[in-house]
């Protein structure tokens, strides 16, 4: 059974850093491209960033562009996502989500396998 599973959130204070972690079993996605969405109250499913299959590129949303930095350990089957200076407009639940190929989207379509969320919540 293929499992994500998000960890790494929590409550902090605007201006502060958490570092989410997504850990892949059941099947490597050493092949595929990794991504972080996110979603707030009442709103939609958006991306944040994803990275292609070795690490070699990153793609991030101009609202995290310069805060968020997203990386990948091939070798633990784990996605990260460091995240600083935070805002309060960045809480919602996070979810890592791993690609169909090796280059990845910006589109939610473009992922097959979804972990559960991990809520994040920054106060200002």
């Known amino acids: 059974q293929v499992q994500l599973v998000e960890s790494g959130g929590g409550l902090v204070q605007a201006g502060g850093s958490l570092r989410l972690s997504c850990a892949a079993s059941?099947?490597?996605?050493?092949?595929?491209?990794m991504g972080w969405f996110r979603q707030a109250p009442g709103k939609e499913r958006e991306f944040v960033a994803r990275?292609?299959?070795?690490?070699?590129?990153?793609y991030y949303a101009d609202s995290v562009k310069g805060r968020f930095t997203i990386s990948r350990d091939n070798a633990k089957n784990t996605v990260y996502l460091q995240m600083n200076s935070l805002k309060p407009e960045d809480t919602a639940v996070y979810y890592c989500a791993a690609a169909r190929g090796p280059q990845g989207s910006s589109m939610s379509s473009g992922y097959d396998y979804w972990g559960q969320g991990t809520q994040v919540t920054v106060s200002s």
């Open positions: 990275i292609t299959w070795s690490g070699g590129r990153t």
């Open positions: 059941g099947r490597t996605f050493s092949s595929n491209a």
